[in-house]
T-cell receptor
């Protein structure tokens, strides 16, 4: 099976702009989670989507949003970018079924730089 | 609240040495899951292992072994006969149901392992 794919891999934006990142989960996986990784805060949970519904959300401002499509692909959007949004954004997918239902497999990430 | 502590920020060993990465966790749930991930310089998090709170049996996979002790809330990871390719950042993570989803991971701060030739 192909792994989790994320596009784009690298992105440079300026303050005040908005950005959309995309994630395609492993085939058959319906749960997609997003994480932000920064040197200062480490890895932090953003949100989780399952069957096009947001199931859980981390402690991030409303500028961070996401959605999931019927084919399980997910996008996350950050509006009004701030310098502190510079980070590696990681997407993870997992199966909903069976004993291994919460094993999460991560994509290569999108490295966002805000200037 | 959940918390994962990896007290070792950086570890440096010479190839073929054994190395143990420490992980201490906090949770109020009786049902929880512990994970280890490896992050090489490329950035992708590579899944290594998952344990649930009801299974304290230690596990060995090749040169990797994990020691889970509920009495000390620890889930330590040992690499035997380390190799240069083991150089990476290793993260310990926890999920429980208190967050509302068993898929919401709380990560430790990571341990940078450098294996010198």
């Amino acid at each position: 099976k192909a792994g989790v794919t994320q596009t784009p891999r690298y992105l440079i934006k300026t303050r005040g702009q908005q950005v959309t990142l995309s994630c395609s989960p492993i085939s058959g996986h319906r749960s997609v989670s997003w994480y932000q990784q920064t040197p200062g805060q480490g890895l932090q949970f953003l949100f989780e989507y399952f069957s096009e519904t947001q199931r859980n959300k981390g402690n991030f401002p409303g500028r961070f949003s996401g959605r999931q499509f019927s084919n399980s692909r997910s996008e996350m959007n950050v509006s009004t970018l701030e310098l502190g949004d510079s980070a590696l954004y990681l997407c993870a997918s997992s199966s909903e079924q069976g004993a291994r239902s919460n094993e999460q497999f991560f994509g290569p990430g999108t490295r966002l730089t805000v200037l | 609240a959940q918390k994962v502590t990896q007290a070792q920020t950086e570890i440096s060993v010479v190839e073929k040495e054994d190395v143990t990465l420490d992980c201490v966790y906090e949770t109020r749930d009786t049902t929880y899951y512990l994970f280890w991930y490896k992050q090489p310089p490329s950035g992708e998090l590579v899944f290594l292992i998952r344990r649930n709170s009801f299974d304290e049996q230690n596990e060995i996979s090749g040169r990797y072994s994990w020691n889970f002790q509920k009495s000390t809330s620890s889930f330590n990871f040992t690499i035997t006969a380390s190799q240069v390719v083991d150089s990476a950042v290793y993260f310990c993570a926890l999920s429980d149901l208190a967050t509302g989803s068993a898929r919401q991971l709380t990560f430790g701060s990571g341990t940078q392992l450098t294996v010198l030739p």
